[in-house]
């Protein structure tokens, strides 16, 4: 039940189109859902986050897509840039005895073709 | 503005060689630390946190130990590495009762 499955776990997508990942949950504690962006050997940076009362959420050419009802919500990248190319993560953030735990989706390694 | 410095970025090791990996964060108080774990094209496993000084939480039993000497510091032991300890091992922050996570630059552990 503390699992965020994330999907795909690859994906490549030609310069100028859209990239879309899923992520499920199942923990209705969960309250925070953010996204985090990793270049090849740095850490993870925060790219986008979404609270559940929100069912979108757009800065620049990323949008989140939030589901309450389905347990389910999407990045959507427009426009995708060869510079984009990163592996994802999708998170869910509950509290958790004084503190927020951070769940984390298994990953999708996005690679854009110029 | 806070900050988060881990060290080194590059490791090799030993089998059977001792391991310490240090993580400070400047600009606030009493944050929640938190070291992860990253195999290679995987995803992250939390390995320890921390809510407070000497306070230490064990998601994963293994090889590892963590301690909190001060109230920013944080650091990752082993007595002795083994070679699945190999990865990359992030530090991260949030503040107290905030969920934003923000991690470290990471160090590449290779043991050979």
């Known amino acids: 039940q503390q699992q965020v499955k994330q999907s795909p776990q690859s994906l490549i997508v030609q310069k100028g189109g859209i990239s879309i990942i899923n992520c499920a949950y199942e923990n209705t504690a969960f309250d925070y859902f953010p996204w985090y962006q990793q270049f090849p050997g740095k850490g993870p940076a925060l790219l986008i986050a979404i609270r559940p009362d929100v069912s979108e959420k757009k800065e620049g050419r990323f949008t989140i897509s939030f589901n309450k009802s389905a347990k389910q919500f999407s990045l959507h990248i427009m426009d995708s840039q060869p510079g984009d190319s990163a592996t994802y993560f999708c998170a869910a953030s509950r509290a958790v005895a004084g503190r927020r735990a951070l769940t984390f989706g298994s990953g999708t390694r996005l690679q854009v073709q110029p | 503005s806070q900050t988060i410095h881990q060290w080194p970025a590059t490791l090799v090791q030993p089998v059977g060689s001792p391991l310490s990996l240090e993580c400070t964060v400047e600009g606030t108080s009493n944050p929640n630390l938190y070291w992860y774990r990253q195999a290679a094209g995987r995803g992250l496993q939390l390995l320890f946190y921390?809510?407070?000084?000497?306070?230490i939480s064990s998601e994963v039993p293994q090889n590892l130990s963590a301690s909190r000497p001060q109230d920013r510091q944080f650091i990752l032991s082993s007595k002795k590495l083994l070679l699945s300890d190999s990865g990359f091992y992030l530090c991260?922050?949030?503040?107290?009762?905030?969920?934003?996570?923000?991690f470290g630059s990471g160090t590449r552990l290779t043991v050979v």
């Open positions: 921390s809510v407070g000084i000497g306070q």
């Open positions: 991260a922050w949030s503040p107290q009762g905030a969920w934003g996570y923000t």
